[in-house]
């Protein structure tokens, strides 16, 4: 069997009200899917991050994938990385591109084997896996009753943790509009802030102290993203727990936020990463530092699934005899943002139920890509075939 064809979809939708956090607005929703074709017909699907990725898998990847036989997916995963790093591409876009060619070899590997990708990876540790609610943003003419009338659906839809933005008002003004969700939502359900780097240390240091008393569970990406002793320094001026890693791109992005303990909750993202193979080894040594992993997941049902069947394998940091989400068992991040891509990609969907999403036992990822949409949302096509 060998990689014969290689396509690429950049896809974009608009969506009917945009929505904003502390570096922007979204108007529109966008995802790069790649679909591997093997000799034998197999097809394996991908996602990566950063449109620009795109160029990547095809003037790059593209001459060294075609005609290679796709299931050691570790030697063809150390090739593409190797060219990556010659050329100072490991991370950003490169990362991005590698994401999206391993997770379609995983798919390819498990509908070869007719085993899910949980299953190739050593197998499920647990049959759902528990994910809070991202949403909460900034609106146009935002008020404390849109918010709330946000939040009510996410406590009746059962989950037990919710996420909302900060950095894009002032201190006080983002305080006030995190109170008003924790007055909202009561004292039993966990809430989390992200800052998307919007902060200073010093700024970060004061949010997470005036939010201490709203019982917030972690401030997510106070200050730039790389800034290892920022997260230190951030650490220590306040009580909260910190979390971070949804852009870094390899194992040497992580590496040094994790044997530092920069972080207290990694947040790596399966399409920037390095996919599947990478995700597991980042995981792997979060976990031997002590330190949870929580992915981020904010893309179509191609990366849904990848991080559902990883974060199914990972183990409880620490362990515990019933170990629990949000202190020892990891909980995965579920976009309720619009994002018709989401929704319409997979002939089905992934829903939450009472917190928890199953883990899927199809097949490789096991999803149906609905290809009508594909062709529908499609802005960008780039194709490489075996001559
Ligand atoms: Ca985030």
Known sequence: M?????ETFLLESPIDAPFGWSQGWAAKRQA??????????IVGWGEGGGSPSQ????????????GREPGNINAVWHSLFHLLHNDNLATGFGGGALSAIDIALWDVAGKRAGKSVSKLLGGSLRDRVAVYATG???????????LIAE???????????????????SVKDDVDRVAAIRAA?????????DANKAYDVSTAIEMGNRLADLDI?????????????????????????VAGGEVWYNRFDARDFLSRRAVDIAQPDVRFIGGISEFRNVAATANANGIQVNPHVWGSPIMISASVNLTATFAPCPYAHAPRPYEQEPVMEFDQTPNPIRDELASST????????????GPGLGIEIDETVLERLCIRKAESVVE
Not at 151 to 169: D, F, H, N, V
Not at 350 to 361: E, I, K, L, N, S
Request: hydrophobic letters at 40%; proline letters at 5%; glycine letters at 10%.
């Open 185 to 193: 939502i009561g004292e039993d359900v966990y809430l989390m802030v």
């Open 350 to 361: 992934f829903g939450a139920r009472d917190g928890y999403v199953d883990v899927p036992d």
């Open 32 to 41: 790069l899917v790649c679909k591997l074709t093997t000799s034998d017909g």
């Open 136 to 146: 909460l943003y900034y609106a146009e003419g935002d008020d404390r009753s849109r």
């Open 2 to 6: 060998k990689i014969d064809r290689i």
């Open 151 to 169: 939040a009510e659906p996410y406590l009746s839809a059962g989950y037990k943790g919710m996420k909302t933005k900060i950095g894009g008002l």
């Open 55 to 66: 160029t990547v898998v095809h003037e790059i990847f593209a001459p060294i994938l075609l």
């Open 217 to 241: 569970h972690w401030l997510e990406e106070p200050v730039l993203a790389n800034d290892v002793e920022g997260y230190l320094a951030v650490k220590s001026g306040q009580p909260l727990r």
